[in-house]
T-cell receptor
Framework: DQQVKQNSPSLSVQEGRISILNCDYT??????FLWYKKYPAEGPTFLIS?????DKNEDGRFTVFLNKSAKHLSLHIVPSQPGDSAVYFC?????????????FGTGTRLQVTL | GAVVSQHPSRVICKSGTSVKIECRSL??????MFWYRQFPKQSLMLMAT?????????EQGVEKDKFLINHASLTLSTLTVTSAHPEDSSFYIC??????????FGPGTRLLVL
């Protein structure tokens, strides 16, 4: 049972445009969400997180939106850059607002083209 | 800061042998370390959570006698795959936590059991 789903295995976006990566979850107990970026042969790198008490968190070019009623979150990257090309994982935790015991999605491969 | 290393990065072993994977937090003390496994085209699956000086907490379906975890210090955790079989071939990745808000991942170890 996949509790965190990233239904798009891949996404291609032109440099300078907006990249939108989506994530859906089924467990209503999840209260803390994170996005990680992963390059080949490296471990995931933390990008941005959001607590369930918020609906938006912004950090530079990265913004995460959370829609609790729809159990959906999205990561927006504006403007997209070639260096953003990587696999992006959405992760969720039900450990009262901490990043313990993360449940990961299967990832979306983002390709930013010139 | 927040660098996590893993050793080895890749290991090939014969069926029936044991393999030890080390996870180190290089520039911080990690109160908690996590071990994940990722099969091809699947998400990272949490195997166990370990706290320094105490026994690891294993996720459902993970055999604790097969996957031995030792968290001897605040900077080192080891995972030993005992009597490895071909079905144990996978990508094993650790993470370390220095605060509740995120986990920092190592680069992973690819295990191939022949």
């Amino acid at each position: 049972d996949q509790q965190v789903k990233q239904n798009s295995p891949s996404l291609s976006v032109q440099e300078g445009r907006i990249s939108i990566l989506n994530c859906d979850y089924t467990n209503s107990m999840f209260d803390y969400f994170l996005w990680y970026k992963k390059y080949p042969a490296e471990g995931p790198t933390f990008l941005i997180s959001i607590s369930s008490i918020k609906d938006k968190n912004e950090d530079g070019r990265f913004t995460v939106f959370l829609n609790k009623s729809a159990k959906h979150l999205s990561l927006h990257i504006v403007p997209s850059q070639p260096g953003d090309s990587a696999v992006y994982f959405c992760a969720a935790s039900d450990s009262t607002g901490t990043a313990s015991k993360l449940t990961f999605g299967t990832g979306t491969r983002l390709q930013v083209t010139l | 800061g927040a660098v996590v290393s893993q050793h080895p990065s890749r290991v090939i072993c014969k069926s029936g042998t044991s393999v030890k994977i080390e996870c180190r937090s290089l520039d911080f003390q990690a109160t908690t370390m996590f071990w994940y496994r990722q099969f091809p085209k699947q998400s990272l699956m949490l195997m166990a959570t370990s706290n320094e000086g105490s026994k690891a907490t294993y996720e459902q379906g993970v055999e604790k006698d097969k996957f031995l975890i030792n968290h001897a210090s605040l900077t080192l955790s080891t995972l030993t795959v005992t009597s490895a079989h071909p079905e144990d071939s996978s990508f094993y990745i650790c993470s370390a936590s220095r605060d509740p808000e995120t986990q920092y991942f190592g680069p992973g170890t690819r295990l191939l059991v022949l």
